[in-house]
């Protein structure tokens, strides 16, 4: 199981890398091990402001579908457009090229609201 210490982990278990004002989010290697093979990526927020909490989208397993929920308040700039011809980046690199969206941070006070590697790693049990 990975547990990047340069990401921010929340309790939905999506994960937020800031680079600047912007920040990529995506699903964490625990999320995607117990969703198991992810066959579909459903995001259709591009342009749109969210905020911390709502669901920006779906992702299918072969067995479920789980919503995506916004660790951060942000405008979705990009989409990863990848994972429409290969959703199983997410489960071969749910850090790296697996990432889901890419937003503008609006509330950068809730990153503080998130947790850190080893906070996440308790909360999970692994």
Same mark, same amino acid.
């Given at each position: 199981m990975n547990f990047p210490e340069?990401?921010?982990?929340? @309790? #939905?278990h999506e994960w937020v890398r800031v680079e600047g004002n912007e920040a990529y989010v995506g699903i964490t290697d625990f999320a995607q091990d117990e969703l198991g093979e992810i066959v579909?990526?459903?995001?259709t927020c591009e342009g749109e402001t969210l905020s911390q909490g709502e669901?920006?989208?779906s992702i299918e397993a072969v067995k479920t579908? @789980? #919503?995506l929920?916004?660790?951060?308040?942000?405008?979705v700039l990009?989409?990863?457009a990848r994972l429409e011809d290969a959703?199983?980046?997410v489960n071969r690199e749910p850090f790296g090229e697996g990432w889901i969206i890419r937003v503008a941070l609006t509330e950068t006070t809730e990153l503080d609201q998130l947790m850190n590697a080893d906070a996440y790693r308790k909360f999970t049990g692994k």
């Open positions: 340069n990401v921010k982990y929340s @309790s #939905d579909y990526v459903d995001v669901v920006f989208g579908v @789980s #919503d929920m916004m660790p951060v308040t942000g405008e990009e989409v990863n959703p199983e980046l």
